[in-house]
């Protein structure tokens, strides 16, 4: 029996992508666990994203809400805008209102990975703000707690995170995640796909 965790994100400067393609390996470090990646859709034009200097999006397949219902387990990611989920992921949270009549997600384990511009940025906030989307839909939230060990109480280096979720700083934008932020990604992916795993197993 394997158990599908769907990877599901917003990226536009490629913070979260990084983040997201760590938990995919992680996930995928858990044997009968298959992980997928997808993007939301992008709602800015590509006029505006060329103003601000945006990337090309990677090929990560564009998820639509149908699809979204055929995980066993699904991890969310995004950047902040000014303390919650960036618009874009917002807009896609608002399309699945037909998986919320149904309550098609219901009982579905979900975690939350995010990136923020600065240190006072968000990075319990956005997560925090973001769990409401999660119980309209009955989900259940699967924090990683500090179950990342030494690396959650690392005083010495930048690192983003909480218990909430792996994190990252973006800063300017020329800031990369880290190897303890990609690490601690990393291991939300293994540590959430081992419930998704046993949730699986029960149904």
Request: hydrophobic share 35%; glycine share 14%.
């Amino acid at each position: 029996m394997v158990a599908k965790v769907y990877i599901d994100y917003y990226s536009m400067y490629g913070h979260v992508e990084k983040l997201a393609q760590e938990i995919k390996k992680g996930a995928e470090s858990v044997v009968g666990v298959e992980a997928k990646l997808w993007q939301v859709p992008e709602t800015l034009p590509e006029e505006v994203l060329g103003k601000m200097h945006a990337p090309p999006k990677s090929d990560a397949p564009i998820i639509t809400p149908d699809e979204l219902s055929e995980a066993d387990g699904v991890l969310f990611g995004f950047p902040t805008r000014f303390g919650m989920m960036s618009a874009q992921f917002k807009a896609f949270m608002d399309s699945t209102g037909g998986l919320w009549r149904t309550q098609a997600l219901a009982g579905k384990p979900a975690g939350i990975f995010y990136s923020t511009g600065s240190q006072g940025g968000g990075q319990e906030t956005t997560p925090l703000t973001s769990i409401t989307q999660l119980t309209h839909h009955g989900m259940l939230f699967v924090p990683i707690g500090y179950s990342f060990g030494a690396g959650m109480f690392e005083m010495e280096q930048v690192k983003g995170g909480s218990p909430y979720g792996a994190g990252t700083f973006a800063g300017d934008g020329s800031r990369q995640p880290s190897e303890l932020e990609l690490a601690q990604a990393f291991h939300q992916g293994k540590y959430f796909s081992d419930i998704a795993k046993k949730l699986k197993g029960t149904a």
